[in-house]
Nanobody, 125 residues
Framework: VQLVESGGGSVQAGGSLRLSCTGSGDTIGRYCMGWFRQIPDKEREGVVAHASDGSTCYADSVKGRFTISQGNTKNTVYLQMNSLKPEDTAMYYC?????????????????????WGQGTQVTVS
């Protein structure tokens, strides 16, 4: 599966952005999907994991502010980001793997996914 992120940009603190991750080559609705972010010289960190059964796992730093959802076609996953803070500034990546819900919950916040997008930059000032 090929993944393409979009929707990044620059926003003031307190603002919102919605990122999209669109898959091709397969139906990503049956995949474990993850959103990650990375700043230079830091490790990539998990933001949220979304299992094929719809269950989710969020990083503490984004709980209550970020929401992952799936599009009606099940080939797009969205990350709605509200109440953005300067520390949310990063390159955001989506990832996918054919893990069932149990594995997605256990490994979905780690970087072991097989498929990755190219990233989209989010800057909060």
């Amino acid at each position: 599966v090929q993944l393409v992120e979009s929707g990044g940009g620059s926003v003031q603190a307190g603002g919102s952005l919605r990122l999209s991750c669109t898959g091709s080559g397969d139906t990503i609705g049956r995949y474990c999907m993850g959103w990650f972010r990375q700043i230079p010289d830091k490790e990539r960190e998990g933001v949220v994991a979304h299992a094929s059964d719809g269950s989710t796992c969020y990083a503490d730093s984004v709980k209550g502010r970020f929401t992952i959802s799936q599009g009606n076609t099940k080939n797009t996953v969205y990350l709605q980001m509200n109440s953005l803070k300067p520390e949310d500034t990063a390159m955001y990546y989506c990832a996918a793997d054919l893990w069932g819900p149990d594995w997605c919950h256990q490994y979905g916040m780690g970087t072991g996914y097989r498929y990755w997008g190219q990233g989209t930059q989010v800057t909060v000032s």
